[in-house]
T-cell receptor, first 115, second 114 residues
Framework: EAGVAQSPRYKIIEKRQSVAFWCNPI?????LYWYQQILGQGPKLLIQ????????DSQLPKDRFSAERLKGVDSTLKIQPAKLEDSAVYLC?????????????FGNGTRLTVT | AQSVTQPDIHITVSEGASLELRCNYS??????LFWYVQSPGQGLQLLLK??????LVQGIKGFEAEFKRSQSSFNLRKPSVHWSDAAEYFC????????????FGAGTRLTVKP
């Protein structure tokens, strides 16, 4: 099966600019996650979708971050305006269902550098 | 809230030597525990998981982990390390009913010497 697809792989922007990341989960996976992985740290959940509804966005900085999954398939994560501390790898993951025995499948991530 | 501590930031082992990566968790109930591996430029891949039952869990690529409730630990082991095992390893803990509050440790970077 095809894995989780993410684009772009790399992005360099200046602070206060905006940026968007795209994720296409594994076909049939209802649950989609966006994680932020800062260098030297483990991934931190930003937002979880179940189909096209938000399950958890408690750790999403909503003043600058937004995400959508309009048709319950692919998703976009946007940052506007970006700050230096947003430099990180943004990982998308999907799973069949929000059950603990449904493993997360991760994409290769988008590495964002904010200068 | 649950949390995970990986005490070792970086470990170096010789190829063919045994490996143990440490993971300590904090969680009020029976935890769901996971080990993931991340190669450079790649996403995370699940190595193994523990929910209940046998405390010794077998995973992919010859890895195993042992859940020790008394020590709040879930250490990852491999009897003989291969050069291709060089990567970052993350321990994670999740609640008993869903994934959306999974917490990852900071990771341990494994270097394998020839």
């Amino acid at each position: 099966e095809a894995g989780v697809a993410q684009s772009p792989r790399y992005k360099i922007i200046e602070k206060r600019q905006s940026v968007a990341f795209w994720c296409n989960p594994i076909s049939g996976h209802a649950t989609l996650y966006w994680y932020q992985q800062i260098l030297g740290q483990g991934p931190k959940l930003l937002i979880q979708f179940q189909n096209n509804g938000v399950v958890d966005d408690s750790q999403l900085p909503k003043d600058r971050f937004s995400a959508e999954r309009l048709k319950g398939v692919d998703s976009t994560l946007k940052i506007q305006p970006a700050k230096l501390e947003d430099s990180a790898v943004y990982l998308c993951a999907s799973s069949l269902a929000s059950e603990p025995n449904s493993p997360l499948h991760f994409g290769n991530g988008t590495r964002l550098t904010v200068t | 809230a649950q949390s995970v501590t990986q005490p070792d930031i970086h470990i170096t082992v010789s190829e063919g030597a045994s490996l143990e990566l440490r993971c300590n968790y904090s969680y009020g109930a029976t935890p769901y525990l996971f080990w993931y591996v991340q190669s450079p430029g790649q996403g995370l891949q699940l190595l193994l998981k523990y929910f209940s039952g046998d405390t010794l869990v077998q995973g992919i690529k010859g890895f195993e982990a042992e859940f020790k409730r008394s020590q709040s630990s879930f250490n990852l082991r491999k009897p003989s390390v291969h050069w291709s095992d060089a990567a970052e390893y993350f321990c994670a803990v999740g609640p008993s009913y869903n994934n959306n509050d999974m917490r990852f440790g900071a990771g341990t970077r494994l270097t394998v010497k020839p």
